[in-house]
């Protein structure tokens, strides 16, 4: 008798635990939703592959428009904005449903995009129409048309979002773009196919991907002079910059590899080999790792910025690019509907239930 009233309670005690798991799993969120994201576009196949970076795991995939090629994440992380190379368009993923809830026509072939530190626009550079298509990002409207270089193909906006630089890969030089006007306010002339752009965290440095120079322009954005010249490996094309600003990662489409740059020394510190024709390439929030688009073998490398090796390859879709800041900040859990609240009410009441039965039952004993 004694045993089946213990067996009693250990059950009862079950149910508490199931009770309660069922508020709290609601309360808290989906933690994949929540999760720091890369999203990768795949040019040849038409979609984004979504991948949890704590898991590593592709956990959606999501159909855009033609050839998508760059990416960025709202500061917040409720947004993913996608370049449509073939479409002429931009499509915007919300990032809790990892739905497309808006497309926005711009000009021709799309190539990349950044987005504003206040998360207020969106620049979006525009390759065959040589201009910049600013976008408000609280009506996915275009509010403007900057002209720039010819071929423009990478942008990268400045910490404190009072420039965006956009790198003109047959003119040979970087354009700078007073945000607060959208003139062009100075030009830069730097190496042969300027490709990638990525400003430093304190917003004294550009640095500037030369596909055809097989080097790099560091740019002191006080004064828009190039200040240093480094060389790295064969077809660099884009460029990360780590959240504390010490290096640079830089990807070499024809080498297959990634040229890593101390940024106060502008020196290359390490060569990390990847799949091939590496593309785009990202750092997670956190500086522990840069998620690197890797275009002929349809795989992610990542690599572990401490060590600076290879630690995880996963297969995504046809042609993978990511031209951008790909990686954002976890996005904030959701609120809960009425009908979720009403189950954190009813599991509320079980788990008020079980309890009292649980103490009668120790009574009883």
């Not at 009233?5 to 508020?23: D, E």
């Not at 799993?25 to 994201?37: D, T």
């Not at 509010?143 to 400045?158: F, Q």
């Amino acid at each position: 008798m004694y045993r089946s009233k213990v067996t009693f309670r250990i059950q009862q005690a079950q149910q508490l635990c199931a009770a309660l798991s069922i508020g709290v799993a609601i309360l808290m969120g989906s933690s994949a939703a929540r999760a720091q994201n890369a999203y990768i576009s795949n040019a040849g196949s038409a979609d984004v592959s979504v991948i949890n970076t704590a898991t590593n795991a592709v956990v959606a995939t999501v159909a855009v428009g033609m050839i998508p090629h760059g990416v960025a994440v709202t500061p917040d992380g409720t947004r993913a904005y996608v370049t449509n190379l073939g479409s002429a368009n931009v499509s915007v993923i919300n990032t809790a449903t990892n739905a497309v809830v808006a497309t926005v026509a711009v000009g021709t072939n799309p190539a990349s995009v950044a987005v504003t530190p206040d998360g207020s626009r969106a620049y979006v550079v525009n390759n065959v129409s040589d201009t910049v298509s600013v976008i408000n990002i609280a009506t996915n409207a275009v509010v403007a048309t900057v002209a720039v270089g010819t071929r423009p193909l990478g942008v990268a906006v400045t910490p404190d979002g009072s420039r965006a630089y956009v790198a003109n890969y047959s003119s040979n030089t970087v354009s700078v773009i007073n945000t607060a006007t959208d003139a062009v306010v100075a030009t830069v002339a730097v190496g042969t196919r300027p490709s990638g752009v990525a400003v430093t965290p304190d917003g004294s440095r550009a640095f500037v991907a030369n596909e055809d120079s097989n080097n790099v322009s560091v740019i002191d954005t006080a004064t828009n002079a190039v200040v240093a010249t480094v060389a790295v490996g064969f077809g660099p094309y884009a460029v990360a910059v780590t959240p504390d600003g010490s290096h640079a990662y830089l990807t070499n489409i024809y080498s297959a590899d990634v040229s890593v740059i101390n940024t106060a020394t502008n020196a290359v510190v390490a060569t990390v080999a990847v799949g091939n024709a590496p593309r785009g390439v990202a750092v997670t929030p956190d500086g522990t790792r840069a998620y690197v688009a890797n275009s002929n073998s349809n795989t992610v490398s990542v690599i572990n910025t401490a060590t600076n090796a290879v630690v995880a390859t996963m297969a995504v879709g046809s042609s993978p690019l990511s031209l951008g800041q790909f990686i954002g900040a976890a996005a904030p859990a959701a609120v809960p509907t009425l009908s979720q609240w009403a189950m954190i009410i009813m599991g509320l009441m079980l788990a008020g239930g079980a309890a009292v039965m649980i103490q009668r039952r120790h009574q009883d004993i």
